[in-house]
């Protein structure tokens, strides 16, 4: 019994806590290669491409928040996330809530029950995209 008091003891000091962290994903939609880039990236809302501009779709991506997370963080993450896959916008821009559990793996395991709670986050989901840049031979 005293083995399992450590060891729970040093599980909470350590912490291996879930749904604490903000998640990103990046779905490839082909091939992609780029060079990297520092600028700011562009937002379209909802389903509001850009007219003027031919664009190839790169990726669908996903940021879901913690509890209390706000639109401008997650919108932050999906920029980032775009910067690093090499697109000039984000399009489609969607929020929606979901459900996510938060606890303590360790707790869980060495007690061998559930100490998850459950909580209301915030999740965006666009797609990055590149634009296709004619040139004209002079």
């Known amino acids: 019994m005293k083995k399992v008091l450590v060891l729970l003891i040093f599980a909470q000091y350590w912490g291996c806590g879930y749904g604490n962290n903000i998640q990103t994903n990046i779905t490839p939609i082909g091939q992609i290669s780029y060079d990297e880039k520092t600028y700011d990236i562009e937002v379209y809302w909802e389903s509001i491409p850009p007219e003027d501009k031919d664009f190839q779709q790169l990726a669908f991506l996903e940021a879901e928040g913690v509890q209390n997370s706000s639109t401008e963080e997650l919108l932050r993450k999906l920029k980032k996330q775009a910067m690093d896959i090499g697109a000039d916008a984000i399009i489609s821009v969607k929020q929606n809530y979901i459900e996510r559990k938060k606890g303590d ?26 634009y296709r840049h004619i040139h004209i031979p002079k």
């Open 105 to 130: 793996l360790a707790t869980d395991l060495i007690l061998g029950k559930s100490s998850s709670e459950k909580y209301i986050a915030t999740k965006l989901t666009a797609i990055a995209i590149r």
